[in-house]
């Protein structure tokens, strides 16, 4: 089975950043930040502190860079999050040089996942997939070496083609896989 959409910048963004998150290496280096992040914020703080509050006792001063490091840890998760976006739309945005949307075209067959975009070719084995996940709005392959295809539910004319495409990969990947899996 066939499907062709186009895909806008915004929904490959989304589509890396769902592909990121199940990373393991990616969520240690999330947390990393996160703790480095408090932590910086709280010793340039408290040096700041101590270098020009001279009216406030040593614990007051502590106090002071302790809780500037809290909220610096509760902004941080967000901070991040807006940061890998905006980097990764500027990514795409020189890749995709200036065009709001690129053809994609993925293929389910014997042999794997095929996907065409930008004048480029890449197939996955059927044993290289992971997991298949479906969302609200796309069908999601995640390969066992970081890779993902994402297939976009609006290129199917119907539910029905959907649930056809769905029981098709499911087919494919359950006959490569000793732990067959249902969607």
């Avoid at 589509?15 to 947390?31: D, G, I, N, P």
């Avoid at 609200?136 to 539910?159: C, H, P, Y």
């Amino acid at each position: 089975m066939r499907v062709y959409f186009d895909a806008t910048l915004d929904e490959a963004v989304d589509a890396s950043l769902r592909a990121l998150s199940r990373s393991r290496s990616m969520r240690s280096f999330r947390w990393a930040d996160y703790v480095g992040g408090a932590i910086l914020t709280g010793i340039v703080t408290g040096f700041g502190i101590f270098l020009l509050s001279d009216h406030l006792a040593v614990q007051e001063r502590l106090i002071t860079c302790g809780i500037v490091g809290v909220i610096a840890a509760c902004l941080f998760p967000f901070l991040h999050a807006w940061t890998i976006k905006r980097r990764l739309r500027k990514y795409y945005a020189e890749q995709l040089r200036g065009k709001r949307t690129f053809s994609v075209e993925v293929e389910l067959s014997p042999a794997g996942v095929i996907v065409t975009q930008n004048e480029c070719t890449i197939a996955f084995a059927w044993p290289q997939v992971d997991v298949i996940e479906e969302s609200l709005d796309t069908i999601d392959f995640f390969m066992r070496n970081g890779g993902s295809v994402t297939v976009r539910k609006r290129a199917f004319q119907s539910r029905e083609s959907i649930a056809e495409f769905v029981q098709e990969a499911m087919q494919y990947f359950n006959s490569t896989h000793d732990r067959p899996v249902s969607a």
